[in-house]
T-cell receptor, first 114, second 113 residues
Framework: AQSVAQPEDQVNVAEGNPLTVKCTYSVSGNPYLFWYVQYPNRGLQFLLKYITGDNLVKGSYGFEAEFNKSQTSFHLKKPSALVSDSALYFCAVSENTGFQKLVFGTGTRLLVSP | NAGVMQNPRHLVRRRGQEARLRCSPMKGHSHVYWYRQLPEEGLKFMVYLQKENIIDESGMPKERFSAEFPKEGPSILRIQQVVRGDSAAYFC???????????FGPGTRLTVL
């Protein structure tokens, strides 16, 4: 069965500093990996995805993520955090047998202080 | 291009009543997915539908819950005889045929009194 772990409930970072939000996954086949962001009382917004190809994926709002097959990780990164990046971040995975079912992590709250 | 629309945004029901949640996918999208988010938890897959077909309902509770996506009109998630444990945010997502990316609506927050 597929699973996703986000080991940190919250990440605190000062504005202008780099940020990393961690995600590890478990699937039996090839993983398709996604990051979504959720602002208060809003739906999830798609940030980026890894399907195949280059292990470094660039997405919206300056975010990027690195797929590491040996460590089964897909950490989200940004070189310079903004206060407006403060939100809830979800990592999700689906198997290559189909995209029907996304399995989500429990989410990591990012707090960027001025 | 309007995004995924969900209504109502907030729904309050008393125990035993029925809840109907609606989802209109993005224009051109023929695949709809429903997820439930309990407080302080991630989203859990419930059901995947295409027009007039339920493709995967492995995440749906066996009783009281049903979903449809008719040929015309929005997708409906129906919860009969609601209980307090049904209180959650219900999110709909849509995608095009064969697409790997699901786009989410703003959610319906159901509160059962």
């Amino acid at each position: 069965a597929q699973s996703v772990a986000q080991p940190e409930d919250q990440v605190n970072v000062a504005e202008g500093n780099p940020l990393t939000v961690k995600c590890t996954y478990s699937v039996s086949g090839n993983p398709y990996l996604f990051w979504y962001v959720q602002y208060p009382n809003r739906g999830l917004q798609f940030l980026l995805k890894y399907i195949t190809g280059d292990n470094l994926v660039k997405g919206s709002y300056g975010f990027e993520a690195e797929f590491n097959k040996s460590q089964t990780s897909f950490h989200l990164k940004k070189p310079s955090a903004l206060v407006s990046d403060s939100a809830l971040y979800f990592c999700a995975v689906s198997e290559n047998t189909g995209f029907q079912k996304l399995v989500f992590g429990t989410g990591t709250r990012l707090l960027v202080s001025p | 291009n309007a995004g995924v629309m969900q209504n109502p945004r907030h729904l309050v029901r008393r125990r035993g009543q029925e809840a109907r949640l609606r989802c209109s996918p993005m224009k051109g999208h023929s695949h709809v997915y429903w997820y439930r988010q309990l407080p302080e938890e991630g989203l859990k897959f419930m059901v995947y539908l295409q027009k007039e077909n339920i493709i995967d309902e492995s995440g749906m509770p066996k009783e009281r819950f049903s979903a449809e996506f008719p040929k015309e009109g929005p997708s409906i998630l129906r919860i009969q005889q609601v209980v307090r444990g049904d209180s959650a945010a219900y999110f709909c997502a849509s995608s095009t045929r064969g697409s790997d990316t699901q786009y989410f609506g703003p959610g319906t927050r159901l509160t059962v009194l």
